[in-house]
């Protein structure tokens, strides 16, 4: 007949084990990336059986993970930078692309979150060439861009006098290719607002105002004459447009406003 004194031993050596095995069990200093077979041990698992548990990465997807796996492998999103500047236009005098760049700081850890994208690319056009000189007014289609891109134009001279402050042209848009729905990219998102048989407005302002124009503004067409224009950062957007009027200012619908480049 056991003892009441053998009782309370063999109790006392089960809560140690017990308390030693909480300490040193789980996944305490076990923390592996992706897949590790090897990154295991027995204890309860987060399906409350007791079995082979693990405490990689790729636990959380097959649903294996030791029971303290979230609390010892903590999650680590990824951190990156704050965007660079934008560069310049790759080519001058003719539409382009900029690009702008951020690093990353941290990389992620424990099914954190993956890191987003580290370049971003716009359309663009510069109107001095390598050398300093202002580049001449091609004839062509009218290349157009996003109001966004306007905001960045300066307003004054390098003597702080204000800029002509230019006047705003109104379409009515009779073709578009297929390829301006498709971009989704943050800069290139605009696109997918041209739409036909809408009205839009282009801004004509400095730098792409010379001349009192700006190309393929249409100033001199006649109304029913159909004319080209091209998105600036995707060379296969294009499509055809009908002079409406001439204005000081734009008054269509945000969406519905670009600028000349």
């Not at 700006?214 to 950062?233: H, I, N, P, R, T």
Request: with cysteine.
């Amino acid at each position: 007949m056991v003892s009441f004194v053998e009782v309370v031993y063999w109790v006392t050596v089960l809560c140690c084990l017990g308390q030693k095995h909480l300490v040193t069990g789980g996944c305490s200093g076990k923390c592996c990336r992706g897949r590790n077979m090897g990154c295991s041990t027995t204890d309860w698992r987060m399906d409350r059986a007791f079995a082979k548990c693990y405490c990689d990465e790729d636990c959380v997807k097959t649903k294996d993970c030791c029971f303290d796996y979230f609390t010892e492998c903590p999650a680590q999103d990824c951190a990156v930078s704050a965007w660079s500047f934008w560069s310049g236009c790759a080519k001058p005098c003719q539409p382009s692309v900029r690009v702008r760049v951020r690093h990353v700081e941290q990389q992620p850890g424990n099914s954190g979150d993956p890191c987003p994208r580290l370049e971003e690319r716009a359309g663009c056009r510069e109107y001095r060439d390598h050398r300093g000189s202002q580049c001449g007014h091609n004839s062509g289609p009218a290349f157009i861009t996003s109001l966004e891109f306007g905001k960045g134009r300066p307003k004054h001279d390098g003597y702080g006098n204000p800029l002509d402050p230019g006047f705003c042209m109104e379409f009515k848009m009779e073709s578009r290719t297929a390829h301006c729905t498709v971009e989704n990219r943050p800069h290139t998102i605009w696109m997918r607002y041209i739409t036909e048989g809408f009205k839009v407005c282009v801004a004509c302002d400095p730098p792409a105002l010379r001349n009192s124009s700006c190309q393929g503004d249409g100033q001199e067409s006649d109304k029913e004459a159909v004319l080209q224009w091209q998105a600036v950062g995707n060379p296969h957007c294009r499509g055809t447009w009908k002079k409406v009027q001439k204005t000081p200012q734009c008054t269509c619908p945000t969406q519905h406003i670009f600028i000349f480049t």
